[in-house]
């Protein structure tokens, strides 16, 4: 039998890549040409418009190409590229350059592949490949949005231009002694101006006026993609195969499927990339003209505002001097229009840049109260240098920080009812944790306060809090970690603090606190029910220790019912010496502290149905 062998050749077409570069670069002209009388002034024209210039690097992530041969899948590879736009208000013009790189894998199996016309299993196998390259070049609009600061931009862009493919030839054959078999073929691609379509999404922040960085995806897709027809006539081959009841792949000679005719099927593919962004702002024109015509020599004009100003406002504490970050500030012309706004920083600061000289009134804010108010006028801006403002929180309160989070553990409780109860007329402020858990209250002085949290199946903890306790001229921040245990039916959790006399089962007064957190509990949750149980250790009778540790449960029962909690949701239960929590049995010496841990008093809601 007579075999074909099989080698991969391309052969080079011209390039017509002075086009393509022509056509790039005349769009990057045109680009250059319509932002160039924006930069003839001085004055900044807003955060959003001017040039933007994007170096990336990424990862073609899901290429998808469509051919004639069938036992071939790709892998994803690196992308690399240029981008360059004119930004105005939202609306954009821009160009890319992309460089992309995938590689063809063979799925051609390889194992238990036989040859019936030479009678023989073919165990050598040859596989050659050639990675796939595509570069791109497109033009076209886009969308963004940039906030007010001009540190953080989206955007939506697409392209419509050319690209060239090249290689993604692969051959696998087999042999067994001298005769040879081709099984997969594909011919690869020789491409060039394929038309081609790209669309992205990318945000980008900078850091300052002119340098920042970006993230995005791309999406991009060739038209027309044909296959590269090679020196055997081809541009795919095959040998087709069925497995017999042995799992044995055999095939003959007729079975090798050849295709004649380009594909012509589109190619696509979906990447990421992240990378450098240089911004270069536009300028308004504020030159005045000059009428004409003129008699006298006009003087040479001269630019008197081609300095820079800026204003940085400090936010600080006028009686313990600390900054104060997350200050709200707001700058206001002499109408009262906002003409800058931001949030200081962790160090109390937050800096304007590109402020045209003039008089300013500067407001601030921290968690809804007012600080003193600071003014500017024109002569006190600094060329090509900062002003510096402060403003003073002036309020004799303090402000209360906490944190909720589960009892034992670092983790917060966000969305939580956080209440604020006055000690001594029971008023109450409510306020919710956000997603880290934290919450603010405002803190009189000398007053008298509990902080508890409210949220469905969650035994809050009760904080008492004096304001007596701290001194508002060297403490502002009042901070505080309020925890709460969930309430799981069936999970027994401790009350601390419920001791009492020797022998007796009264409730002492420093049981009260622990019970009422209890008390609160059942009426934030009206359909619960508990069992409150009390323990002893294993010293005296068993008898004794039970009648004792009864008495001790209904005393606690009936402090609840006379709070208002209804009976029939409270079982109390006494358990004695039956549920000892360490070793210290009946004939065992044990320390007191031991002793200690087993007295105990402890609730738990009653699931559903018992």
């Not at 002085?445 to 304001?467: C, D, H, L, P, W």
């Not at 009778?541 to 009648?547: C, E, F, G, I, R």
Request: positive net charge; charged residues 20%.
């Amino acid at each position: 039998m007579q075999t074909k062998n099989l080698s991969i050749a391309y052969g080079h077409l011209p390039v017509r890549r002075k086009q393509v570069f022509c056509l790039f670069f005349a769009a990057l002209l045109l680009l250059v040409s319509l932002g160039s009388r924006a930069q003839s002034g001085t004055e900044v024209n807003g955060p959003g418009r001017g040039f933007r210039f994007g170096l990336n690097a990424g990862y073609d992530l899901f290429p998808n190409y469509k051919n004639n041969t069938p036992y071939i899948r790709y892998k994803g590879g690196i992308s690399a590229g240029l981008t360059a736009g004119y930004y105005w208000k939202w609306f954009s013009l821009g160009a890319d350059v992309d460089y992309l790189k995938n590689s063809p894998e063979n799925t051609y199996p390889t194992d238990s592949v036989f040859d019936p016309v030479n009678n023989v299993l073919i165990k050598d196998f040859a596989l050659t490949k050639q990675d796939i390259t595509r570069i791109f070049y497109g033009i076209g609009p886009g969308m963004h949005y940039t906030d007010r600061q001009g540190r953080f931009a989206a955007e939506l862009n697409g392209r419509v231009g050319l690209a060239s493919i090249k290689g993604g030839s692969l051959a696998l054959t087999g042999r067994n002694g001298s005769a040879e078999q081709v099984l997969n073929y594909h011919g690869g691609y020789n491409l060039n101006n394929v038309l081609s379509l790209k669309g992205s999404l990318t945000a980008r922040y900078f850091f300052n006026d002119f340098l920042g960085m970006h993230i995005g995806a791309y999406y991009i897709r060739h038209l027309n993609t044909k296959d590269a027809i090679g020196p055997t006539g081809y541009s795919a081959a095959y040998r087709a195969f069925e497995p017999n009841g042995d799992q044995v792949r055999a095939f003959t000679e007729k079975d090798l499927r050849k295709i004649g005719n380009s594909c012509a099927c589109d190619i696509s593919s979906i990447g990421a990339y992240a990378g450098v962004t240089l911004r270069l702002p536009s300028r308004k024109n504020t030159r005045t003209p000059v009428p004409a015509p003129v008699v006298v020599p006009v003087p040479t004009e001269t630019c008197n505002t081609c300095a820079v100003y800026a204003l940085a406002v400090t936010a600080r504490d006028q009686y313990t001097k600390e900054v104060l970050p997350h200050t709200d500030i707001a700058v206001k012309d002499a109408s009262g229009n906002i003409v800058k706004s931001g949030v200081t920083n962790s160090f109390g600061v937050a800096v304007f840049s590109n402020m045209t000289p003039g008089n300013y009134a500067i407001n601030g804010k921290l968690y809804g109260v007012d600080l003193s108010a600071a003014k500017t006028a024109g002569n006190e801006f600094i060329a090509n240098g900062t002003l510096q403002k402060e403003l003073l929180y002036t309020d004799q309160h303090f402000i209360l920080k906490g944190n909720a989070v589960v009892c034992n553990t670092a983790t917060a409780l966000p969305g939580a009812t956080v209440v604020l109860r006055d000690r001594v007329s029971a008023v109450e402020k409510n306020t919710q944790t956000d997603g880290a858990g934290a919450f603010i209250f405002h803190l009189k002085q000398k007053s008298e306060m509990t902080v508890f949290g409210r949220k469905e199946k969650y035994f809050s903890q009760m904080v008492n809090i004096s304001a007596a306790d701290y001194d508002r001229r060297t403490t502002l921040f009042v901070k505080l970690e309020m925890c709460m245990e969930e309430a799981d039916c069936d999970k027994a959790i401790r009350l601390e603090n419920i001791h009492y006399d020797l022998d007796k089962y009264f409730i002492r007064e420093d049981a009260k606190p622990e019970l009422n957190r209890l008390v609160q509990f059942m009426s934030d949750n009206p359909g619960v029910r508990v069992e409150l149980s009390s323990h002893t250790d294993s010293r005296a009778s068993h008898a004794y220790n039970q009648k004792l540790s009864q008495n001790r449960a209904d005393a606690a029962r009936a402090y609840l019912v006379a709070k208002g909690i209804a009976g029939d949701r409270i079982v109390a239960k006494g358990y004695g010496e039956t549920r000892l929590l360490n070793r210290c049995a009946d004939g065992v010496n044990c320390p007191e502290a031991e002793h200690q841990f087993n007295r105990r008093t402890e609730m738990k809601v009653i699931c559903p149905g018992r």
